[in-house]
Nanobody, 124 residues
Framework: QVQLVESGGGLVQAGGSLRLSCAASGHTISDYAMGWFRQAPGKEREFVSTISGSGRITSYEDSVKGRFTISRDNAKNTGYLQMNSLKPEDTAVYYC?????????????????WGQGTQITISS
């Protein structure tokens, strides 16, 4: 069982950066792969990035490759999404998630635990 609390959302100008944090509570955090997803108004929730329980394996949606970096610090029970070179089309509510397996997945339905969501707004 994992509980997730997100922080770091806000409004920034295009080209700027933000770092989202996802603090997890629960035992054996390294057993859980984590993911980041986002949902823009009028659109379905979409995959952004995922990281294995160990932190060694990562994957990204094509539109964020080279701009976003997913990471985790299991000693701090926290996952991160560093977002650079932000674009207006990145505007969305961002959710962190965890699944009760250690390997990565881009599939929403495979994640059992979700953060509350945080709004990211990028101005032109």
């Amino acid at each position: 069982q994992v509980q997730l609390v997100e922080s770091g959302g806000g409004l920034v100008q295009a080209g700027g950066s933000l770092r989202l944090s996802c603090a997890a509570s629960g035992h054996t955090i390294s057993d859980y792969a984590m993911g980041w997803f986002r949902q823009a108004p009028g659109k379905e929730r979409e995959f952004v990035s995922t990281i294995s329980g160990s932190g060694r394996i990562t994957s990204y949606e094509d539109s964020v490759k080279g701009r976003f970096t997913i990471s985790r610090d299991n000693a701090k029970n926290t996952g991160y999404l560093q977002m650079n070179s932000l674009k207006p089309e990145d505007t969305a509510v961002y959710y962190c998630a965890a699944r009760d397996r250690s390997w990565i997945s881009p599939l929403i339905h495979e994640y059992a635990y979700w953060g509350q969501g945080t709004q990211i707004t990028i101005s032109s």
